[in-house]
């Protein structure tokens, strides 16, 4: 079983900082990609930052400049730092990873509980 533990959401002022951390355990043989999602009240979820196991990574084109994507591999640990934070960031964020456990040849989608960031005007 592999579990994806996040942590460092909060409430901050607009043009402040949070950095997201999301933990992947457990039963784990490969990580193919590590990213991170957003879920605004009423809107869809959307892609927010993701990494590749070789390093590739891709942000939004909201968050460009603002926010960075980087990984631990150490540590099956990726981190969003999100800096000149807008009221148009609040949202809830979701970790998201693809692995592949011990044993399986398969390739899983797994998610993380969310934690919520809050910016205030």
């Known amino acids: 079983q592999v579990q994806l533990v996040e942590s460092g959401g909060g409430l901050v002022q607009a043009g402040g900082s949070l950095r997201l951390s999301c933990a992947a355990s457990?039963?784990?043989?490969?990580?193919?990609?590590m990213g991170w999602y957003r879920q605004a009240p009423g809107k869809q979820r959307e892609l927010v930052a993701a990494?590749?196991?070789?390093?590739?990574?891709n942000h939004a084109d909201s968050v460009k400049g603002r926010f960075t994507i980087s990984t631990d591999n150490a540590k099956n640990t990726v981190y969003l730092q999100m800096n000149s934070l807008q009221p148009e960031d609040t949202a809830v964020y979701y970790c998201?990873?693809?692995?592949?456990?011990?044993?399986?040849?398969?390739?899983?989608?797994?998610w993380g509980q969310g934690t919520q960031v809050t910016v205030s005007s």
């Open positions: 998201n990873a693809i692995i592949q456990s011990h044993g399986s040849i398969r390739w899983d989608d797994y």
């Open positions: 457990g039963s784990i043989f490969s990580i193919q990609i």
């Open positions: 990494v590749t196991s070789a390093g590739t990574t």
